[in-house]
């Protein structure tokens, strides 16, 4: 099953999409403000969340511990970029999360939500669909020049509903990613997952542009998920499956 929802434009603060995917990618401030932080990159290494030989990504702790903010810089000495905002969570979870890294050559992603612990207080005493929905989405970074693109996931969500987040992810440094999202319908969250892709061309000095698209839909091993290239892999049903992204 195959569903192109076409090409949109990331560019700083301002996303351009046609009518069509104008759900897919979003803003990637979502809550958070884009800055520089000035310092080696590698100082940050002995609390870092997650290091390679090309990138890293490091927390910074905001005054009494009220949030935390990540950022991720090439290695060793290259410019922080502001990934997104985790916030402590309550019994409910947290209203503000990143997290769910990883990092191929110069790029990394990071997924990140909002409104999820709102949600779940919601919908403890109401149905789900009568609450404010929580927003997922993956922010895409190349530290090498600071381009970036968000992409919202669950997009196709018809009313609110708890899903299961952060989400199995792959990543290519050819400029390409791709994840999955389990089925969700008015019964509930499904057993079957949908793999979705994007891949990321350079519009500008700052911009991105990114096409999403449906690639399979069934009983899909998360673990199977990688890329060669931009050549996408996956197991479903048992049987190793392959797409070339470009």
Avoid: K
């Amino acid at each position: 099953m195959r569903a192109s929802l076409g090409n949109s434009a990331v560019t700083g603060r301002r996303v351009a999409t046609p009518a069509a995917v104008a759900a897919c990618v979003m803003l990637c401030s979502c809550g958070a403000v884009h800055r520089r932080v000035s310092s080696s990159c590698d100082a940050h290494r002995d609390r870092a969340a997650l290091v390679t030989a090309d990138v890293l990504v490091y927390p910074s702790r905001l005054p009494a511990g009220a949030a935390t903010i990540y950022f991720a810089c090439r290695r060793p000495a290259g410019a922080p970029e502001e990934v997104g905002l985790d916030r402590p969570g309550s019994l409910y979870g947290s209203d503000a999360t990143t997290g769910g890294f990883a990092a191929a050559g110069t790029e990394i992603v990071a997924q990140s939500s909002r409104g999820v612990a709102t949600l779940a207080m919601c919908a403890r005493y109401t149905t789900a669909r009568r609450c404010p929905p929580a927003r997922y989405w993956l922010t895409v970074i190349d530290t090498a020049n600071g381009r970036r693109a968000a992409l919202r996931v669950y997009a196709g969500l018809r009313s609110p509903a708890l899903v299961p987040f952060p989400v199995p992810v792959a990543l290519c440094a050819q400029q390409a990613v791709a994840w999955l999202e389990r089925s969700v319908s008015a019964a509930g969250v499904g057993r079957r997952s949908q793999l979705w892709a994007a891949t990321l061309w350079p519009r500008d000095e700052t911009g991105v542009l990114a096409a999403r698209s449906l690639i399979d839909v069934g009983a899909i091993d998360p673990s199977s998920l990688h890329f060669t290239g931009r050549t996408l892999t996956w197991t479903r049903a048992g049987r190793i499956r392959h797409r070339s992204l470009s």
